[in-house]
């Protein structure tokens, strides 16, 4: 799941209109660092991972998860339940993005 937490990670900037190199800065780390995250390249540090909580107020890992997880990998008792939390948790994102625009 390295590169879909990428991918997240760009989907989540562009959606609050964040260059690379702001959110570099917001987060502490190069542009190059934060341009190879997004592009599969690098993988995240748990200290960036929770830097991304702090200065957006998201789950990375979750968001990825919601994002590109794929429901059928859990137990079969766990997928209704797994695929509505997937619902919500894109409509607080979209709602997040509607509210800041």
């Known amino acids: 799941m390295s590169a879909e937490l990428g991918k997240a990670a760009k989907q989540l900037r562009e959606q609050r209109e964040l260059t690379q190199v702001v959110l570099a800065e ?23 991972i929770a830097k991304y909580k702090e200065v957006l107020g998201v789950d990375l890992n979750m968001f990825a998860w919601c994002l590109f997880g794929d429901v059928t990998d859990l137990p079969k008792r766990m997928q209704n339940s797994a695929k509505r939390f997937q619902a919500s948790w894109k409509k607080v994102m979209e709602s997040r993005h509607t509210h800041e625009s």
């Not at 917001?26 to 960036?48: A, C, D, T, W, Y």
Request: proline share 4%; aromatic share 4%; net charge neutral.
């Open 26 to 48: 917001r987060l502490e780390i190069s542009q190059v660092h934060l341009s190879n995250f997004e592009n599969g390249k690098s993988r995240p540090s748990l200290e960036l």
